[in-house]
């Protein structure tokens, strides 16, 4: 897509450049890597037995590690060499938390990590039709970013997601690595958060997710493993929690004194900066008035965000 520059109501285009080494992207993203994905470096060029991985990062939302490929041909299964990765990852979890807490100064047990979320990003200028294709798998680990850069010093990444997912990688999964990673990696979905019976919470939840993206077409829907996440660039900015006749939103970044919240409906998550690193306030929602008192304190939490 053309990227241009407007002066005085003249439009004028934006070259694109060629990213020549593949160095220099991977320096970029390692030092940028919270505000492009919002994850924690860990380390770069990572070697394991016969693999290297080029970043090794951390999700502090999914307690999951990241591996990072920077790629510059296109003549790779982004499948066969995803999993591999993951499989070097599980095959070896004592060593990633061992260099996690060397790296970072940190305590963080085998146990503390959330296995079953991670995930493998690939990055490159541009991935062929096959490979794009590929991602149309469902409970598939693996994302693929595209990394432009333009004159003035401009640079865009943007993922890559198929139009539909059809099969699940399960049914096809041929080779080891992927029978090993499907066992203990998954994907989330809705479904996996809203039981089929629990016809009042799917409503209710409908109705506010709509609300929620009509405030920016940014927002993402994210499922993961114990919330739907709504995130902007890859950024939780509220989760919910669905049980069968309610929501339970977590607004993020928060305390309720921080809010408008005229009939004093919001309660503070305890010790949720100690253990999450975030203050946490929660609002239960159980009907479609909860559901409109709610959308102003969100859009509070949203302004709040936007300006951070």
């Known amino acids: 897509m053309p990227i241009y520059r407007k002066s005085n109501d003249k439009l004028s285009q934006i070259r694109e450049r060629k990213i020549d ?7 970029l993203v390692e030092e940028n890597v919270s505000e492009i994905f919002g994850l924690t470096f860990v380390k770069t060029e990572h070697q394991l037995g016969a693999l290297r991985i080029d970043t090794l990062a951390f999700d502090n939302e999914t307690k999951s590690f990241v591996i990072i490929e920077y790629k510059k041909g296109s003549s790779f299964s982004v499948i066969d060499q995803g999993y591999s990765y993951l499989a070097l990852l599980l095959n070896n979890k004592a060593d990633f938390v061992l260099e996690y807490n060397e790296r970072l100064n940190k305590n963080l047990r085998k146990d503390d990590v959330d296995w079953s979320q991670s995930r493998v990003i690939f ?13 149309g798998f469902q409970d598939l680990p693996i994302e693929l ?3 432009k850069e333009y004159e003035n010093d401009l640079v865009s990444f943007n993922q890559i997601r198929a139009s539909e997912k059809s099969e699940s990688i399960k049914t096809i999964a041929k080779s080891k690595d992927i029978e090993r990673v499907s066992k203990e990696v998954r994907q989330y979905s809705l479904d ?8 009042t919470a799917r409503e209710l939840f409908e109705n506010f997710s709509q609300r ?3 405030l920016d077409p940014r927002f993402e829907i994210k499922p993961v493993k114990y919330y739907i996440g709504f995130n902007i660039e890859n950024k939780n900015v509220i989760a919910v929690k669905v049980r069968s006749n ?3 939103i ?8 921080d809010l408008k919240d005229s009939e004093k409906r919001t309660r503070y998550q305890k010790n949720s900066f100690k253990y999450y690193n975030k203050h946490i306030t929660v609002l239960e929602v159980k009907n479609e008035d909860d559901v409109d008192y709610a959308i102003p304190l969100i859009k509070q939490v949203y302004k709040r965000f936007g300006e951070s």
């Open 123 to 135: 990055i490159a200028s541009s991935f062929t039709k096959y490979q794009q294709e590929a991602m």
């Open 145 to 147: 970013w595209e990394a």
């Open 21 to 27: 080494k593949e160095k220099s992207l991977q320096k």
């Open 212 to 214: 929620i993206l009509e």
């Open 246 to 248: 309610k929501l339970i």
């Open 250 to 257: 977590e607004l993020l970044r928060v305390k309720p004194e």
């Open 192 to 199: 996996d958060h809203i039981k089929s019976n629990w016809d």
